[in-house]
């Protein structure tokens, strides 16, 4: 499995010892090669603790096995270059941004700094000797086994990496996500879901209109407190206003995942279809009637 | 991330001090007019929480101000927060049709493997849901990118949650009284 790109960076903001696993997968050449590794990066620990990390990912045993070796054996050739004290210096200026070792320099204009800083990754490389040591604001990037190490290939793979970081964000936020495999169905989802909470916005802004035609708000009464009691509104009281949605006839959601709102996770989306026709039986209609009459 | 309740409070006051505003020329009007101003008031608040950091935010801000410019203005004066109306914001992303035709019609005519056009139809798909998606999100039409474009409705995701929230809370408080 490969790593992506920002999650090598995160390795690079860790710092921690190094493993036995790890210097047996080396073998006793790659102690020394670790030794030779060390003295070139000089006190650059950050860099260093990286390679550390590989045996953290357990089942890539395999992968990370060969490629070690073969990142082990390219650490020697920017040694015999002649700007290499130059490198130790500008890596240690270059500190604070967990920059790896120059196997290729790419000029990639970031959109943001950190994530400028990340893209500096520790990995497997197949590249080419680095070039001339170029100024800090640069960023570095180290391109992967078998893939081209294009100026444009590199920063579309940035890009898609990006995106799905985002992605795996609004996986956590929108409820139902985790069925949907694949870019278009997690789409598909957060537009469904953003429709359905600025549909509850119209309706429950309705409601409250049609329930306090002053539009006075006691509110100032009710200590911060029990409004937070509120915030946390039982199960039922919810389940009400969900029926209410339901009825709305707007609505024309697929199947929807709505636990999240009910504040369990267990309900699915069928379920939930037979309980909504209970309530919306059993419940207030008053403001619903209210609502139909208007239109 | 999830809505935080310090967010919740700073949404609410800024939405009661809307409808303070409102309350003056409330007091003959219909339920739709009562139910645009309060949800007016409710979008404010909630574009005003991020301070116009936020390219949604904006874009909401400008969409009630064409609506409703003077109610906007007073409501903004009330958050203290008047700057947000005049912020710019990024020129519209314009598709010429024709070109996009004829340019699809070109690479129609290479010929394609089985696997090829699925990877094809993949992207079709993908594409037509983030356009989707812009439309959806307020100001998505303004993003130039999908890196920006997933940022944006994350945060706006999580101010709609904030909203609904405080809204939901609302309402059963005042249920609550009436059934008393």
Redesign the interface.
Known sequence: MDLSVLDRLKWLQQQQMVSPEFLQILGSDGREELKRVESYLGNNNDELQSFRHFPEFGPDYDTTDGCISRTSSFQMEPVKNSGHNRAISLQNKRKPEGKTEKREKKKIKAEDETESSMKGKTNMSNTETSSEIQKPDYIHVRARRGEATDRHSLAERARREKISKKMKCLQDIVPGCNKVTGKAGMLDEIINYVQSLQQQVEFLSMKLSVINPELECHIDDLSAKQFQAYFTAEADSKQSIMADFRSFPLHQQGSIDYSVMNGTKDQTSSSWETHSQCLYNSLRTDSVTNFFSLK | ??PT?SM??EF?KKW?MG?QI??PS?DNT???E??K???LS??VAMASLRKGTTCWSRALIEKTATEDNFLVRQMLSGIKAEALINKKLPKKIVCHRKIVRRSKKILRRKSKSASEEAAAK?KR??KR??Q??RN??PGGELMSN??LL??E??D???S??T?????????????A??ER
């Not at chain 2, 909203?163 to 249920?175: L, P, T």
């Open positions: 991330m999830q309740s919740n409070e609410l009661q409808l409102f309350r409330i219909s339920v739709h009562r139910k101003a309060i949800k409710a979008d993949a798909l993908v849901r983030t989707g998606l959806v999100v999908d890196v997933l940022q409705t994350l706006y995701i999580v709609l949650q909203q609904v929230n405080v809204m939901r809370s609302i309402v059963d408080a005042a249920e009284e009436i």
